[in-house]
């Protein structure tokens, strides 16, 4: 599902390519507030998360420093080999393993990594639904959602 992800947000990049800075910087309802705000904070988020699991300091830089689609497209560049790797190493012994952490209500959550990795997924989908809407708001067609036909089935055969 992260190459999934990662195959929807490309497109998303590549969108964001055609649409005026105005558009992209304006603010919207919901989310995080705007959609250069939305991709920048999923690439953010996915980044930290697999930097926090690992025990490694975590990216603390505000969008005002990425306000445009050639800087949060260095970003991803940047930030997605580190994750690619982590992902594609991932293994069934690193499933159950602990994550501690403090949650927005204050108080220590104790998680798998299992857990932590679904919950990436599942954010960046919830996101590129809000891409979505915002950009029928502007009268833009949509990046298609769709998982068929992207290729990503493994040991299916014709």
């Known amino acids: 599902?992260?190459?999934?992800n990662w195959a929807?947000?490309?497109?998303?990049?590549?969108?964001?390519?055609e649409i005026s800075e105005a558009e992209l910087l304006a603010k919207r309802a919901g989310g995080v507030g705007g959609i250069l705000?939305?991709?920048?904070?999923v690439i953010d988020v996915e980044w930290?998360?697999?930097?926090?699991?690992?025990?490694?300091?975590d990216f603390d830089e505000s969008?005002?420093?990425?306000?445009?689609?050639?800087?949060?497209?260095?970003?991803e560049d940047?930030?997605?080999?580190?994750?690619?790797?982590?992902?594609?190493?991932?293994?069934?012994?690193?499933?159950?393993?602990?994550?501690r952490d403090i949650g927005g209500d204050g108080k220590e959550r104790v998680l798998t990594w299992g857990e932590v990795m679904r919950h990436m997924i599942a954010?960046?989908?919830?996101?590129?639904?809000?891409?979505s809407v915002w950009s029928r708001e502007i009268g833009r067609k949509p990046v298609s959602a769709n998982l068929i036909?992207?290729?990503?089935?493994?040991?299916?055969?014709?």
């Open 78 to 99: 940047v930030f997605r080999p580190e994750v690619e790797a982590f992902v594609l190493n991932w293994n069934d012994g690193l499933e159950d393993l602990v994550y």
């Open 123 to 131: 954010h960046e989908i919830h996101h590129i639904g809000q891409l």
């Open 37 to 41: 705000h939305t991709l920048f904070h």
């Open 149 to 158: 036909g992207r290729g990503l089935a493994s040991g299916i055969t014709g």
């Open 1 to 4: 599902m992260f190459k999934y």
């Open 48 to 57: 930290s998360w697999i930097r926090s699991l690992q025990g490694k300091s």
């Open 63 to 75: 969008f005002d420093n990425y306000r445009s689609i050639r800087r949060v497209r260095e970003l």
């Open 8 to 17: 929807v947000r490309e497109e998303w990049l590549k969108w964001c390519e």
